[in-house]
């Protein structure tokens, strides 16, 4: 039992941290013995649920694939009733997503009951820093990791006030910080504005928002959404602790 333990802090060590990690850090952020660390390690990697670098630091591996896949699937039927009632009380369209790389994937969307509403596929991905719910999960990272993420992107933009330069993204991230939670301008859509909450839990794994025209999106709605959403995120995160889902992928 000691030994599940140790691996599964190791290995929510490297999820959080959202980089690979070498032993020091390991041992610093566990307080484990490094001779510790190092068996457990040779055991992780020969089950596929970690990965050595060629710079010999440990990422998650690709089993965890599988494991995030079907914990998304089982998060599905948990959200959809807070995303109805978040639509029942605000009248905009309600979605989910997580965090994926630099890029974030749709899980789940109850669409508004107005004729002009906002539509995305289940699935779809899109830019984490285009969007509210990729900034939200974003600033759940440290500004250290974001740089490493971002080092070999290209930010494009999609409409004029897309953000295009990572001080502008690190800039954005601290206030989303400051204020708990993103708002996105039209930065993915022209004429589209979205409010977003993180999920409380480990980064990347899920956030929530109301999207919808930025006439109707206005400051006061925004005003409105953002307890309903943060109240939404707290009771699926005690949810989805309560059946035991392992996380989804965090970003690398």
């Known amino acids: ?54 710079d010999r630091r440990y990422a998650l591996g690709t089993a965890l694939i599988h494991l995030g896949d079907q914990a998304l699937a089982m998060i599905a039927p948990l959200v959809r009733p807070h995303l109805a009632a978040l ?15 630099t890029q974030i994937v749709y899980l789940a ?13 289940v699935g ?9 719910v990729g900034k939200a999960m974003l600033a759940q990272l440290d500004d250290q990791v974001i740089a490493e993420v971002y080092a070999n992107t290209e930010f494009v933009a999609t409409t004029p006030t897309t953000i295009t330069d990572l001080d502008d993204l690190l800039r954005e991230l601290r206030t989303v910080r400051k204020n708990g939670y993103a708002i996105d301008d039209g930065e993915q ?3 589209v ?15 929530l928002s109301v999207s919808g025209p930025t ?9 409105k959404a953002v ?4 109240q939404s995120s707290s009771a699926i995160a005690a949810a989805a602790s309560y059946v035991g889902l392992p996380a989804p992928r965090a970003v690398r």
């Open 227 to 230: 307890p309903l959403l943060q």
């Open 87 to 101: 639509v029942d009380t605000l009248g905009e369209t309600a979605n989910a997503a997580r965090l994926e790389g």
């Open 124 to 132: 779809r991905r899109v830019e984490a820093y285009r969007t509210a």
């Open 193 to 207: 504005r979205c409010v977003a909450v993180a999920v409380p839990g480990p980064p990347g794994t899920l956030a």
């Open 1 to 54: 039992m000691q030994s599940v333990k140790r691996a599964l802090q190791i290995m929510n060590v490297i999820a959080a941290t959202g980089a690979p990690c070498g032993l020091s850090e390991l041992a610093s952020a566990t307080g484990l013995p490094i001779a510790t660390i190092h068996r457990l390690l040779r055991t992780l990697i020969g089950a596929g649920m970690l990965r050595q670098e060629p």
């Open 109 to 121: 969307q109850v669409p508004s009951r107005h004729q002009m509403r906002m539509f995305t596929e």
């Open 189 to 191: 859509e022209v004429g």
């Open 215 to 223: 006439a109707r999106i206005n400051d006061s709605l925004v005003a």
